[in-house]
């Protein structure tokens, strides 16, 4: 078996604590991963991991082997790529993960130059408004809109989507548009939750004197989980709406929608490129994500 491959599927196991996510994250099947910590504690004479029927932990020995293993993977994929200086000459899987609207509207439209710059990186694009495990789940960036909390990850912030108010003209039309935000109280708002069951906060903005976040309480009784869903539901006149406006300014733009209430503005979101605090990143992260950063840049405020 080769041995640094066999150290590449130990550290996606120690850092997954799980032989089906590293095996799915390096595609690979389960049996080989197995196979390739065995063949592994064979060569070095200790257990790396404990199994159970539930879960991997990694042992003492298997931690000071894995920090040894982290290094020389990442050393060993910075070489074969040193001296690859046509990027066609780059090549292998780049995992990413990014929320529904910017693959949609931003990231995936503009693709195809990338493909075509470094056409032998194959990506495998996740595109979901949920967070997820970076490491665990073997993505190698992450694009994420919102404050981050995972001190683990190195997190580069882009900028921020400006937020805007929207209805459609179809909802406009039957309830009229809001010109003050006491108007609110004879409209509808579509609420938006990553998890079901949370209290919704109403109509956000930002006071213009203090630049203090307040809240509106709106009545609405549809709340959805996804970006997608919140536009589709603006679109069929269920309600007002506020999102990133690079996800909206095309429907404004003809005629679906329409922007209200501009004065009243909830505060920038934030964006971010996350990815795993490794001494090395791989020469095709390191592409992909310049090129990320250069598409989502005239989509964001500074």
């Known amino acids: 078996m080769n041995q ?13 604590a799980s032989f089906t996510q590293a095996a799915q994250a390096l595609g690979l099947p389960k049996a080989s991963a197995s196979i390739a910590i065995q063949w592994l504690e064979n060569l070095t004479g200790t257990r790396l991991l404990h199994r159970t029927t539930r879960r991997v932990q990694i042992t003492q020995d298997g931690q000071v082997f894995y920090e040894r293993c982290k290094d020389l993977v990442a050393d060993m994929e910075e070489l074969q790529e040193l001296f690859r200086l046509h990027p066609s000459d780059l090549q292998g ?8 609207g910017a693959a949609s509207n931003i990231v995936v439209p503009r693709l195809p130059e990338f493909m075509a710059i470094y056409p032998n990186i194959d990506i495998e694009l996740s595109a979901s408004d949920h967070f997820v495990d970076v490491i665990g789940e073997g993505f190698d960036c992450v694009l994420r809109a919102g404050n981050i909390t995972d001190s683990s990850l190195i997190a580069r912030r882009l900028g921020a989507y400006r937020l805007i108010n929207c209805m459609s003209s179809t909802y406009a039309a039957n309830h009229g548009t809001p010109q003050t935000l006491d108007d609110l109280k004879n409209h509808t708002l579509i609420h938006y939750s990553l998890g079901f069951g949370a209290k919704p906060t109403g109509f956000e903005y930002v006071d213009s004197l203090t630049g203090e976040p307040l809240h509106v309480p709106v009545t609405g009784s549809l709340t959805v989980n996804n970006s997608s869903a919140y536009l589709a ?35 920038p979101l934030p964006v971010t490129l996350l990815y795993g605090n490794r001494r090395h990143v791989p020469k095709r992260v390191q592409v992909f994500m310049a090129w990320l950063e250069k598409t989502m840049k005239p989509q964001l405020e500074s």
């Open 93 to 100: 899987r780049l995992r990413v993960d990014m929320s529904v």
């Open 4 to 16: 640094l491959e066999a150290m590449r599927i130990f550290v996606r196991v120690a850092e997954a």
């Open 233 to 267: 539901a603006c679109l069929a006149g269920l309600g007002i709406i506020q999102g990133p406006e690079p996800g909206l300014r095309p429907h404004i733009d003809n005629g679906s929608l329409i922007e209200i209430l501009p004065e009243y503005q909830a505060a």
